[in-house]
């Protein structure tokens, strides 16, 4: 359950998101300053690169503790900047007020969601583990 749970969480924020914003809505949005471009860049880098670490952990160290609690802090972020938007200004969705929704949800907030629960899942059940033995 742990490999598959991060596993999951690591293909949404390490390979899927970087499909989804490397084009002219995110990192070549010509309505994005340069300084907010690089940050998404190295956003976008960085989770992959931690992903990809969680991936060789967990398959090939077989160690999940590490990359559970790392997937945690990149999929809760993300959920803490989802709902705390409003103070700062945030919003998921485009210039032309449109939003990538699955089920009227929006797409972000229910993949990141469904992984940090089974990310928090696991955590707990990797914890029990420890403790009972």
Known sequence: MQKFAITFSV?????AVPYLEINDTHVFNPDWTPHVRIHEVWQLLTNSGIGILCLWM????NEVLLPTILSMLI?????????IK????????YLDGSEKTLLGINIGLLGFGVAFLLLLFSLLTILKKRSSN
């Open 86 to 93: 409003d103070t700062y200004g945030g919003s998921m969705k």
């Open 58 to 61: 967990i398959w090939k160290k």
């Open 11 to 15: 293909i949404l924020y390490a390979f």
């Open 75 to 83: 999929t809760g972020g993300f959920l803490i900047a989802f709902f």
